[in-house]
């Protein structure tokens, strides 16, 4: 069975650090490109973050970079999205999901986690 799970969301004040995590079944992990995905109420979802299957290419909205890393672990069939220096509009539901390719848009990926809430107080 597919699954991808978010865990480490959370309450944190503006300047904090948040470290996502998602756990992908073994097949999804090895061979597809993994993602980070964010909606906020009353917003479409966004494109955050994306690194290949390899690991070797990654890319960020640009609202992010600098401050977040996406990183994965093939053997620990996890993908991490390290958050530092929150912001309150990065207050969202953050998504992992799973695609053939690195790409910057939801329509692209195959499969999706529940979600996980970040909420960053000012």
């Known amino acids: 069975q597919v699954q991808l799970v978010e865990s480490g969301g959370g309450l944190v004040q503006a300047g904090g650090s948040l470290r996502l995590s998602c756990a992908a079944s073994?097949?999804?992990?090895?061979?597809?490109?993994l993602g980070w995905f964010r909606q906020a109420p009353g917003k479409e979802r966004e494109f955050v973050a994306v690194?290949?299957?390899?690991?070797?290419?990654?890319a960020y909205v640009e609202s992010v970079k600098g401050r977040f890393t996406i990183s994965r672990d093939n053997a620990e069939n996890t993908v991490y999205l390290q958050m530092n220096s929150l912001k309150p509009e990065d207050t969202a539901v953050y998504y992992c999901?799973?695609?053939?390719?690195?790409?910057?848009?939801?329509?692209?990926?195959?499969?999706w986690g529940q979600g996980t809430q970040v909420t960053v107080r000012s």
């Open positions: 999901a799973a695609s053939r390719l690195a790409g910057r848009t939801a329509a692209q990926y195959d499969y």
């Open positions: 073994g097949r999804i992990c090895s061979g597809y490109a």
């Open positions: 690194i290949a299957r390899s690991g070797g290419y990654t």
